[in-house]
Nanobody, 121 residues
Framework: VQLQASGGGLVKAGGSLRLSCAATGDIFASNSVGWFRQAPGKEREFVAAVTWRNYRRDYGDSVKGRFTISRDAAQNTVYLQMNDLKPEDTAIYYC???????????????WGQGTQVTVSS
């Protein structure tokens, strides 16, 4: 299984970005695709997750109402639309696969390489 995250960049506060996570390989044993982020000196934080089978979506409290996770099953791709970005959203964003719905870092078995998101004030 390989995950390729892309779409990060530099944006001003209030702006938007859309991240993509393309999955290849035997992903059918993995039901949940999650986005996490990690800022310098901080622990990795849950951002959002979506399940492949029944399209259930979960969000971290800090991004609710601003971020939207979606998936394109035909393309094995998951997106994270990020609106109204704030400087505190600055981090490396990672996508990952887990066998079941989860918000816990340790439950995710496969990780992408991360994409940098920087929000200037």
């Amino acid at each position: 299984v390989q995950l390729q995250a892309s779409g990060g960049g530099l944006v001003k506060a209030g702006g938007s970005l859309r991240l993509s996570c393309a999955a290849t390989g035997d992903i059918f044993a993995s039901n949940s695709v999650g986005w996490f982020r990690q800022a310098p000196g901080k622990e990795r934080e849950f951002v959002a997750a979506v399940t492949w089978r029944n399209y259930r979506r979960d969000y971290g409290d800090s991004v609710k109402g601003r971020f939207t996770i979606s998936r394109d099953a035909a393309q094995n791709t998951v997106y994270l639309q990020m609106n109204d970005l704030k400087p505190e959203d600055t981090a490396i964003y990672y996508c990952a696969l887990a066998p079941s719905r989860s918000r816990t870092v340790g439950d995710y078995r496969y990780w992408g390489q991360g994409t940098q998101v920087t929000v200037s004030s």
